[in-house]
C-alpha cells in the first residue's frame, strides 16, 4: 500500500503557511489524514475491497470571548479555512451578548515523545493482493472445514500534524493493520480479531484457522441456561466491558458537573488490587499515538488504579474548567460536541493464559464476543448486552457445547469486582466513531455474572 | 415561501433555489469530474463503473453548560468510485484537490478489483438496465446557512438557560445543526444524476443528580436530537428554548421517581422510541446484505431468510411497514440511492408478512430480484451498502388518548435510554428515558428506568392498534454498518402504537 497521504514536511508547512493568515487572537490547526485499505470477505466472493483516503484540517480560531471551527478535507484549503474560522470567531464574538464562559486557549509548545514503533514496513506490504490471496486462502480453509466465514484484512496510514500559535508543531504517521473473522458452522460459530501497528504480528492465518476449527467442532448450540454463572470472557469480550468505565465518571466534563465515580468517589475501592484499567496511548500497545489533535501530549491516566478509583481524562477546555493539564485526550466526535475521550484503553494483563483461567472453572461460560453492549445505569456502571459469536459451555474446566447469543444486565463494575483471574495476552479491537481508537484487554475470570433475564428464560 | 419538492428528469434542468446555490460544485464543475472518473473505469476494463461526486458543509453550534460555546463549519468534497471487472467488485475513494484525483480514485478502484480476483471464487453479475437521469432538490424555506450567528447562538444559550433552570440539573447541552450537499452519480450505463440537499435540526439535553442516582431527558430525541430534510424553519418549529424547561424539569422530577418491578404488562410507545424499535428489530432484519451474510462478521445475520417474502410472519395484521423515500422531509429523504436506483414505495410488511426487502442491486440480483433503492452510502468516501431509507410504521386511526383509553391499564414509554439487540435482529431489550403509569385510559404517576424486551416477531405479533396519521412524526437518525464502520443517514416514524403482554422492567 501507498505510504502517508500528507506527509511531515508537507504537512507542516502548509500548516505553519496557513496560521500565518490568522487574523484572531488564537488559533490552532490540525490535519487528520488517513489511507484504510479494507479487503471485505464472505462466503466465496471477496465482495467489498476498498481504498479509502479521508483527510481532514480543522481549524479553531479564538477572538475575544468566542472560538469557532472550520474544516476542509485537503491541506490545498488550509489558508482558506483559517481565514473563515478567523472571520466566524469574529462574528461570533462581535454577536454575543456578555459571556458567561470564555472559551480555552491553544497549546503551547510541549515536547512530544518520540514515534518510534509506530510505523512497520510489514503493514505496507500487507497490501491489496496479499490481503486477497489470504482471504482466499482463509475461505477455502472454512469450505474444506465444512464451514463458511466472513471477515475483513486491513492496512492503514494514519496521520496528525497539529500547528498552533502558542508554538506547538508535531507530526506523526502510524501505520495500522488488523483483523477480524466470524466462522460460522451449522449453528455454531467463533470469531478472532486484532489490531496493532504490525502486521507481521497478527497471526491471522493461525487465528484463522483456529476459529474455523472451533466452530466446526461445535456445529450445534445449546440456550445459555439463565443464571448467574462463572464466567471467562476472552480478552475481545473483556475490551467490550472496559471500554464503558470511561462513563462512569472518568472524563473532565463528568468531573466538572461532579457526576460519576472519579467526583463522588475518589479513589474508592472497585476491584481487587490486581485490577488497573488505564488509557494510555504512549505504552506500545493497541494503536499508541503521542499526541492529541489539539497537540497536546497524551499522558497515561489510571481510571482504575490497583482496584482504587484514579483519574478522568481530559482536553484543554475541560482541564480549564477543571483547573488541571490536559491529559492529551481532545476529541471531536461526528455530529458531537467535543469532549475528551479515552481512545487507547487496556486492562493491565495478568498472568494466566487463557486456558488457565477455563480450567479454574467446574461449570461456567466461556464468552469470546459481546455484542449492542449500551450503557444503562452509569452510578452502578450497568450494561445491558448480548454474547455473540463463539460462546461455549465450559464443564470441568473444558470448552464443550457452543452457546446460543444470551442477554445479559449486568454491571461492569461489579463483575471487575468479581474477576479472581486475569489473562497474560492483550488483544486489541478498535472503538468504532473514536479516531484512532481501540481498546486492549486480556482475558479475564469473574466469578458470578447473570446471563438471562431475572424473570425467567428470554 | 417553499420551493416545491421537485425532480426532472435532465441533470441541470432543475432550478435549484437560493439554498443550493453554493460551493464548488453548485453546478457546471462536476460533469468533467464524472466523466474523467467513468472514463478511466470503463478504459480501464470494468464493465460497469458508478462515480459519486459530492460536496457536503455542515453546520453544528453545541453549548455545554460550564463550558464556552462550540460552533463548527465542517466541509468536504470527494468522489467514490466502484467498479465491477471480471465480476469482482473494486471500490476507491478520496478527497478531490484537482482533476486528476477523478482518474487516480478509478485507477486505485480497478486495482483493487483485480487483487480481488485472486481471492474470490464466485462472481458477480449484475443484470444490465436503462440509464436513469434525474435532478432533486430539499424544498428550503430559510437557508440555514444564511441565519445570523446571533439567532443562533440565541436559541442555544435560552435552551441552555432553560433547561438548567430547574435545581438538580447538573448538566445540560444544547445544540443546533445544519448540512448541505451537492451529490453527482455518473455510471457506465449512462445514468447521469444530481441531487442537492439541506437538512437541519436541534437539540437539547438536561442532565439531574441526586443521592446516586442521575438521569436524563432529551428533546426532541434521545441522541443527537433530531434532524429533517428542511430549512432553518424546522429549528424554529421545535421551540428548543420552551421544551428545554420542560426536560430540566423531568430530569429532576424523574430523580424521586419510583422503579416498577418487572413482569408483563401492556404498553403503549410513544413515535420516538417506536423509530427505533423500528429501526433495530424492522430495518436491520430486512437489510438484505445482511440476510445474505456479507455483514456476518460485523453487522450480524437476521433471523429472516432471503426466501421469506410471503411466507414468513413476521408481525399481527396491524403491522404495515413501509420503505419510502419519496416522503420529502426527513434524513431519509432522495430520488435516487447511492447507486442511482430511483426510489419508489415499498411495503416491507403488509398486515404482518414480509413483502419485500431493503436490497441493492448486488443483493437483490442474488435473489432474482430488483432493487428497492436502499443501497445508501456516507458521502463519497464509503461504499453503499443496505440501509434504511424512510422506513414507517403506517398509522392507524384515531388518537393517543383513545389507545390509552384502549388499553386502559398500562404504561406509556418513550425516547431511548439504552438499546441492545441480538446480532439475528430477535432478542431486542429497550430502556427508556421516561415512562408514565397509566390507570383507567389516563397517564399518572412518572416512574424512571424503564425497560421492556421480547423476541422480534412475538413483540410485533403483540401489536394491537397505532395511531392515527395526526399523530404520526418522523425522526431522522445515523446508523452504523460496514467494515469500516460507515454512516446512514435514515428515518423512521411510527403513531403511538399499543402492545399487549409485553415483558418489562428486565433491567
Not at chain 1, 506500545?284 to 492529541?292: E, K, N, R, Y
Amino acid at each position: 500500500m501507498p505510504g502517508a497521504w500528507a506527509g511531515q514536511d508537507h504537512a507542516l508547512a502548509a500548516l505553519e503557511d496557513a496560521l500565518k493568515s490568522a487574523e484572531a487572537d488564537q488559533a490552532e490547526i490540525f490535519v487528520a489524514a488517513r489511507t484504510g485499505e479494507h479487503t471485505r470477505f464472505a462466503g466465496e466472493r471477496v465482495h467489498q475491497p476498498q481504498t479509502i483516503v479521508e483527510c481532514q484540517v480543522m481549524v479553531r480560531a479564538v477572538a475575544g470571548t468566542a472560538s469557532a471551527r472550520v474544516a476542509v478535507s485537503s491541506l490545498e484549503a488550509a489558508r482558506d479555512a483559517v481565514a473563515a474560522a478567523s472571520e466566524l470567531a469574529r462574528r461570533r464574538d462581535g454577536a454575543s451578548g456578555k459571556a458567561d464562559t470564555v472559551p480555552h486557549g491553544v497549546a503551547g509548545a510541549a515536547t512530544i515523545a518520540g514515534t518510534a514503533g509506530l510505523w512497520h514496513e510489514s503493514t505496507l506490504a500487507f497490501d491489496a493482493v496479499a490481503r486477497s490471496v489470504l482471504a482466499g486462502q482463509i475461505m477455502d480453509a472454512a469450505r474444506s472445514a465444512g464451514a463458511s466465514v466472513a471477515g475483513v484484512l486491513t492496512a492503514a496510514v494514519t496521520e496528525l500534524a497539529v500547528a498552533t500559535s502558542g508554538g506547538q508543531r508535531c507530526y506523526a504517521a502510524a501505520t495500522e493493520a488488523g483483523f477480524s473473522l466470524t466462522a460460522l458452522a451449522g449453528q455454531a460459530s467463533s470469531y478472532a480479531a486484532d489490531l496493532g501497528r504490525d502486521a507481521s504480528g497478527l497471526g491471522v492465518r493461525e487465528r484463522a484457522e483456529n476459529a474455523i476449527s472451533q466452530a466446526a467442532a461445535a456445529q450445534d448450540v445449546i440456550a445459555v441456561p439463565d443464571g448467574v454463572h462463572d464466567v471467562v470472557f476472552g480478552g475481545l469480550a473483556t475490551g467490550e466491558l472496559i471500554g464503558f468505565v470511561p462513563d462512569f465518571g472518568f472524563t473532565g466534563p463528568a468531573v466538572a458537573a461532579g457526576i460519576g465515580l472519579v467526583a463522588t468517589r475518589p479513589h474508592a475501592v472497585l476491584a481487587p488490587s490486581d485490577i488497573t484499567v488505564a488509557d494510555d496511548a504512549t505504552a506500545g500497545v493497541g494503536l499508541p499515538f503521542p499526541f492529541d489533535c489539539e497537540g497536546t501530549p497524551k499522558r497515561r491516566v489510571e481510571l482504575i488504579s490497583a482496584g482504587h478509583v484514579g483519574g478522568s481524562v481530559s482536553d484543554l477546555a475541560s482541564a480549564a474548567a477543571t483547573g488541571g493539564m490536559s491529559t492529551g485526550h481532545a476529541h471531536i466526535a461526528r455530529e458531537s460536541s467535543p469532549a475528551p475521550e479515552a481512545a487507547n484503553l487496556i486492562l493491565m494483563p495478568g498472568g494466566a493464559s487463557e486456558a488457565e483461567l477455563i480450567a479454574g472453572v467446574e461449570r461456567g461460560l466461556y464468552i469470546q464476543r459481546l455484542w449492542y453492549n449500551r450503557l444503562v445505569d452509569a452510578e452502578a456502571g450497568t450494561v445491558v448486552g448480548t454474547s455473540r459469536d463463539g460462546c461455549f459451555l465450559i464443564e470441568d474446566g473444558r470448552l464443550t457445547a457452543g452457546l446460543q447469543t444470551g442477554r445479559f444486565t449486568e454491571s461492569v463494575l461489579g463483575a471487575l469486582a468479581r474477576t479472581d483471574g486475569i489473562g497474560s495476552q492483550l488483544i486489541t479491537q478498535p472503538v468504532p466513531n473514536v479516531w484512532n481508537g481501540c481498546s486492549s484487554a486480556p482475558a479475564i475470570r469473574v466469578r458470578g455474572f447473570r446471563f438471562g433475564s431475572r424473570q425467567g428464560k428470554d | 415561501m417553499r420551493v416545491p419538492e421537485a425532480g426532472s428528469r435532465e441533470p441541470g434542468s432543475l432550478e435549484l433555489s437560493a439554498a443550493h446555490q453554493w460551493g464548488d460544485l453548485a453546478r457546471g464543475t462536476a460533469g468533467p469530474l464524472l466523466e474523467a472518473a467513468v472514463g478511466t473505469a470503463a478504459g480501464g476494463g470494468a464493465s460497469y463503473a458508478d462515480v459519486r461526486l459530492s460536496e457536503t458543509e455542515e453546520l453544528r453550534l453545541y453549548a455545554v453548560s460550564g463550558r464556552a460555546p462550540d460552533e463548527r463549519i465542517e466541509g468536504s468534497l470527494g468522489l467514490g468510485v466502484r467498479v465491477l471487472v471480471d465480476g469482482v467488485w473494486g471500490f476507491a475513494s478520496r478527497p478531490l484537490r484537482d482533476a486528476a484525483d477523478a482518474a487516480a480514485a478509478a485507477a486505485d478502484a480497478l486495482s483493487n478489483a483485480r487483487a480481488a480476483a485472486a481471492g474470490s471464487r464466485e462472481r458477480v453479475v449484475l443484470p444490465a438496465r436503462d440509464a436513469e437521469c434525474g435532478c432533486y432538490q430539499t424544498a428550503v424555506a430559510v437557508d440555514p446557512f444564511a441565519v445570523d450567528a446571533a439567532v443562533r447562538e440565541r436559541i442555544v444559550s435560552d435552551a441552555l438557560a432553560a433547561a438548567t433552570a430547574t435545581a438538580g440539573v447538573v448538566q445540560a447541552q444544547a445544540g443546533v445543526n445544519a448540512k448541505r450537499s451537492h451529490r453527482y452519480f455518473a455510471s457506465t450505463e449512462g445514468s447521469r444524476q444530481e441531487q442537492h440537499f439541506v437538512e437541519s435540526g436541534g437539540m437539547v439535553l438536561a442532565v439531574a443528580a441526586g443521592h446516586d442516582i442521575v438521569q436524563r431527558r432529551s428533546y426532541p430525541n434521545s441522541f443527537h436530537g433530531n434532524t429533517a430534510a428542511a430549512g432553518w424553519e424546522y429549528v424554529t418549529e421545535l421551540g428548543l428554548p420552551e421544551q428545554a424547561a420542560r426536560v430540566g424539569a423531568e430530569a429532576v422530577q424523574l430523580l424521586t421517581a419510583p422503579v416498577i418491578g418487572s413482569g408483563t404488562a401492556d404498553i403503549v410507545i410513544g413515535p420516538a422510541q417506536l423509530a427505533l424499535q423500528i429501526h433495530e428489530s424492522t430495518g436491520h432484519a430486512l437489510e438484505l446484505d445482511r440476510i445474505l451474510g456479507d455483514e456476518a462478521n460485523f453487522a450480524g445475520r437476521s433471523f429472516i431468510g432471503p426466501d421469506a417474502v410471503g411466507r414468513l410472519k413476521y408481525g399481527s395484521p396491524a403491522v404495515n411497514v413501509v420503505a419510502d423515500a419519496t416522503v420529502p422531509g426527513t434524513r431519509g429523504s432522495f430520488m435516487f440511492d447511492d447507486e442511482g436506483t430511483r426510489t419508489r414505495r415499498t411495503m416491507l410488511v403488509t398486515e404482518g408478512m414480509i413483502t419485500n426487502f431493503l436490497s441493492s442491486r448486488d443483493s437483490a440480483a442474488r435473489i432474482g430480484s430488483e432493487s428497492t433503492a436502499a443501497a445508501r452510502s456516507d458521502g463519497w468516501g464509503f461504499l453503499p451498502l443496505c440501509f434504511a431509507t424512510n422506513v414507517f410504521l403506517e398509522p392507524g386511526t384515531g388518537t393517543t388518548d383513545e389507545l390509552l383509553d384502549r388499553m386502559g391499564a398500562g404504561y406509556y414509554l418513550d425516547d431511548n435510554r439504552s438499546w441492545s439487540i441480538d446480532s439475528q435482529r430477535l432478542n431486542f431489550q429497550f430502556g427508556t428515558e421516561v415512562a408514565w403509569e397509566v390507570r383507567n385510559g389516563k397517564r399518572t404517576r412518572l416512574v424512571r428506568d424503564f425497560s421492556y424486551g421480547g423476541i422480534t416477531p412475538q413483540f410485533w405479533g403483540s401489536l394491537e392498534a397505532s395511531a392515527g396519521p395526526a399523530e404520526f412524526r418522523t425522526f431522522g437518525m445515523p446508523c452504523g454498518k460496514g467494515e469500516p464502520k460507515e454512516w446512514g443517514f435514515l428515518s423512521h416514524g411510527a403513531a403511538p402504537a399499543l402492545f399487549r403482554a409485553v415483558r418489562i422492567g428486565v433491567a
